[in-house]
């Protein structure tokens, strides 16, 4: 069974009046593996006549973005043409892939009403013979999303195989994601860990990995495994995951993760040379 070896606290990174917090990368770690960094927005509540999220057309190219929406809602436009406004309970998969622009914004009638917002972004990262492949975006609301209950537990299956449910999104690399609520007394274990890097973070309330508890904003490391049971005393929401190893030198700057300087400054040049096309920001 794995158990804690260290836990690493979310450290605040206001984006304007947008509150958010990163567990990864921080001072202690760098990245979990595949999984490169994660923002946690929220929670906070918008008042009426708000201006909304201030995630614009911007580029990536390398890896993937996997988009919770916990509350509230978030329109999604890309240079590829998808678009979709996904609410709460939904995700939204962007493999960017050879390169795509895109914008995450509020849709107009939340910027009018207002209300509840939280939102996690994870950065999955692509191993070299993945990071030139075509862009593809998955988005998908809360009813799509299969849920399996389990003692006390249930498990949104965002991708991965848990018993015999499948979850919504096919990876490209075999990455298992979801999110979990467990409720006062609850418990779910996940098999199948040898040799994967495994991605544990604390949404909401405390969970316990034998007998060490991880608090809300805090990421758990892990030790070696093949299975973790994770455990709580009162309610609580974590997101769980976890990707087989990529060993290759990991190149980050700005948008771009990649394997090589080289391949940085040719991101910026393709997408300043207008290669990675436009996006249009959706405001209904």
């Known amino acids: 069974m794995r158990t804690v070896k260290r836990v690493h606290p979310a450290f605040r990174d206001d984006i304007g009046d947008l509150v958010t917090r990163r567990p990864v990368p921080g001072p202690a770690i760098g990245h979990v593996g595949a999984f490169l960094f994660l923002n946690h927005h929220g929670p906070q509540t918008y008042p009426a006549n708000n201006r909304g999220l201030p995630f614009g057309p911007h580029p990536h190219r390398g890896f993937e973005t996997v988009t919770f929406i916990l509350a509230g809602e978030l329109a999604h436009t890309d240079s590829a043409g998808h678009a979709s406004i996904i609410r709460a309970g939904g995700i939204q998969w962007m493999t960017a892939g050879s390169g795509i622009v895109h914008a995450e914004v509020s849709p ?32 998908a609301q809360a009813g799509a999303i299969p849920s399996v209950a389990v003692d006390g537990a249930t498990v949104h299956l965002v ?89 290759e030198p990991i190149v980050a700057h700005g948008p771009f993760v990649m394997n090589s300087e080289a391949e940085i400054r040719q991101a910026f040049a393709d997408y300043q040379a207008g290669r990675f096309g436009v996006a249009e920001i959706v405001e209904a």
Do not use: C
Not at 111 to 120: H, Q, S, V, Y
Not at 201 to 223: N, P, S
């Open 159 to 247: 991708a991965g195989m848990f018993g015999e449910a499948r979850g919504v999104v096919d990876s490209l690399t075999g990455v298992f994601l979801s999110w979990v609520e467990i409720a006062a007394g609850g418990s779910v274990t996940f098999s199948g860990l040898e040799g994967r890097d495994v991605f544990l973070y604390a949404v909401r309330g405390v969970f316990h990995v034998e007998g060490t508890a991880v608090a809300h904003f805090h990421l758990a490391e892990l030790t070696p495994g093949d299975a973790v049971t994770i455990a709580a005393d009162a309610p609580a929401l974590f997101l769980f995951g976890h990707a087989a190893p990529i060993d």
């Open 108 to 139: 107009a009638e939340f910027k009018r009403d207002g209300g509840p917002m939280e939102i996690l972004q994870l950065w999955v990262n692509l191993p070299s013979r993945l990071k030139m492949t075509a862009p593809r975006y998955v988005g």
